[in-house]
C-alpha cells in the first residue's frame, strides 16, 4: 500500500461548474491560453487544455467544484493508493474521464468534492505560455476535517500550518510530492473553492502573464506579493463566475523538514504588503 504523497501523486486537471459553461470555457481559452479540445460526446462537458494544464467545464452552480484529478507516477502507485484508501476506511470507486487512463477511482472528502487520482492520459505536446495547474485550495468550515482526510487518510504531508492566538488552526497546507502543496485549505464561514493555482515557474513569467491578462483588459486584484508559507511570489485574477485564479512562481520544495507554524496576519499571507484574510 502506498500513500498519496509515495505515489507521487500532482494535480492533472480540475472540474469547474457554471451556470454558463460557454462563457466560462472561453475566458479560460483566451486569458489561461488554453485550447478547446474536441468533445468526446459527454453531453455538456467542455474539455480545455495548455502545456501541464488541464480543465472541464459543465453546468452546474458557480464556485463548484466538479472534481479534482491527480495523476500518479504508475499503475504499481495507483494500486497501491487505492489499497491504502480502501484500508484506511474510504470507498474508492471507479471513476471514468477521457483526462485519465482506464481504471482511475475517487474518493470524497469531507466537504464532499470528488478527489480522482489515476494514470495521466496520453496527449500530444501544447504550446503556450508555462503554467501547470499546480494546486486547489479549499475554503471549509472545518479545516481538521479537511486536514485529517487528505494527510490522515490519503497520507498527503503536510507542510505548513496557520494559528490564530487562540491555538486554532484557520489554514492547512498539504503536499503529495516535493512541492510546498497541493492541497490546502482556509476556515471560510463556508464549504467550496477558495482559489487554484498554476505555476509559472519563474518571477520573468508571471510578468509575461500580467502582461497577457492586461492586455484583455483583466485587472489583477491581488499582488504582486510573495506569500509567508510556501515563500511563493504571486498575482490573482478573478474569472467571470468569481473563481480566484493565481499564478504562482518559485514554490517551496520539500525534501523532508518539520511543520512550520504561522501566526494569523496579513504578513503570513503576503511578505510585500495587503492580504486578503479568510477566515
Same mark, same amino acid.
Given at each position: ?149 487528505? @494527510? ?126 479568510? @477566515?
Amino acid at each position: 500500500m502506498l500513500t498519496a504523497i509515495q505515489a507521487g501523486a500532482y494535480l492533472h486537471h480540475l472540474h469547474l461548474k457554471s451556470p454558463d459553461p460557454e462563457r466560462l470555457a472561453a475566458f479560460y481559452a483566451d486569458a489561461m491560453d488554453m485550447a478547446p479540445l474536441p468533445r468526446d460526446g459527454s453531453a455538456g462537458d467542455l474539455v480545455l487544455a495548455g502545456p501541464g494544464r488541464r480543465l472541464v467545464v459543465t453546468d452546474g452552480p458557480a464556485k463548484t467544484l466538479g472534481h479534482a484529478g491527480f495523476a500518479v507516477r504508475d499503475a504499481a502507485g495507483l494500486d497501491g493508493l487505492r489499497a491504502y484508501a480502501r484500508a484506511q476506511g474510504l470507498d474508492p470507486a471507479p471513476f471514468p474521464t477521457p483526462l485519465l487512463e482506464d481504471g482511475a477511482f475517487a474518493v470524497t472528502d469531507p466537504n464532499g468534492n470528488a478527489i480522482a487520482f489515476g494514470l495521466a492520459a496520453p496527449e500530444p505536446p501544447r504550446s503556450g505560455l508555462c503554467g501547470p495547474v499546480q494546486h486547489l485550495t479549499l475554503a471549509t468550515r472545518s479545516v481538521q476535517a479537511i486536514e485529517e482526510f487528505y @494527510a490522515g487518510r490519503l497520507g498527503f504531508a503536510v507542510s505548513d500550518r496557520v494559528v490564530d492566538a487562540t491555538g486554532r488552526v484557520t489554514t492547512s497546507f498539504m503536499r503529495a510530492n516535493h512541492e510546498h502543496h497541493t492541497i490546502a485549505c482556509f476556515l471560510q464561514d463556508r464549504a467550496g473553492i477558495d482559489h487554484h493555482s498554476y505555476e509559472a515557474g519563474e518571477w520573468d513569467m508571471i510578468r509575461d502573464w500580467a502582461d497577457r491578462f492586461a492586455a484583455r483588459g483583466i485587472t489583477l486584484m491581488w499582488g504582486p506579493g510573495r506569500h509567508g508559507p510556501g515563500n511563493n511570489l504571486f498575482v490573482f485574477i478573478e474569472d467571470p463566475d468569481g473563481n480566484w485564479i493565481e499564478v504562482s512562481a518559485e514554490l517551496e520544495v520539500i525534501h523532508d523538514r518539520p511543520v512550520k507554524e504561522w501566526p494569523h496576519a496579513e504578513r503570513t499571507l503576503n511578505l510585500w504588503g495587503r492580504a486578503i484574510m479568510r @477566515a
